[in-house]
């Protein structure tokens, strides 16, 4: 998810340097591994409206729309990420996601635990945190900068 709009004053080095960390961890983050793309969008999806961070929202929301026909699923992991008509695995997951967004040191062996019962193998887990933590720290990145959504 590269970032838009304009960046405060900084030296040019230490600007490119951070950007391409960013880029990288990015691309990590999205390469194909143990979570599919469709639950790593619902992932992104969900912590980005659930921070408020509009420019990612839109974003995430539209790479979502692009791997389902669920419109009413989209819409409303953009606007209420709790209410999203999810299910089983899905549903555990998006909870997950929220709860780590939400109160971090609240969570605990029991919501891993949950995963686990819910289906999910231990380095879907493991992406499950980091595509979490991820959009945490970009979503706060993106509104830090001002970043608004394109269009």
């Keep these: 998810m590269p970032l838009g709009g304009s960046f405060p004053t900084t030296a040019p080095t230490a600007r490119a340097r951070l950007l391409h960390a960013h880029l990288d961890f990015y691309a ?3 390469a194909p591994g143990a979570l599919s793309k469709l639950r790593k969008e619902l992932i992104a999806t969900a912590v980005s409206a659930d921070n408020g961070c509009r420019h990612c929202t839109q974003l995430h929301g539209g790479f979502l ?3 389902t026909t669920d419109e009413g ?3 409303t992991l953009m ?3 709790a209410a999203a008509p999810l299910h089983g695995a899905d549903r555990a997951l998006i909870a997950y996601a929220l709860k780590l ?3 971090p ?11 686990r019962e819910a289906g999910f193998s231990e380095a879907e887990i493991f992406e499950a945190a980091f595509v979490t933590a991820y959009f945490n720290y970009t979503n706060r ?3 830090g900068l001002g970043v608004e959504p394109e269009g």
């Design 141 to 143: 990145v993106a509104e």
């Design 101 to 103: 967004t939400r109160t």
């Design 65 to 67: 729309g692009k791997l």
């Design 28 to 30: 990590a983050v999205s």
């Design 105 to 115: 040191r609240e969570v605990c062996e029991g919501d891993v635990a949950a995963l």
């Design 79 to 81: 606007t209420d990420p």
């Design 73 to 75: 699923l989209v819409r």
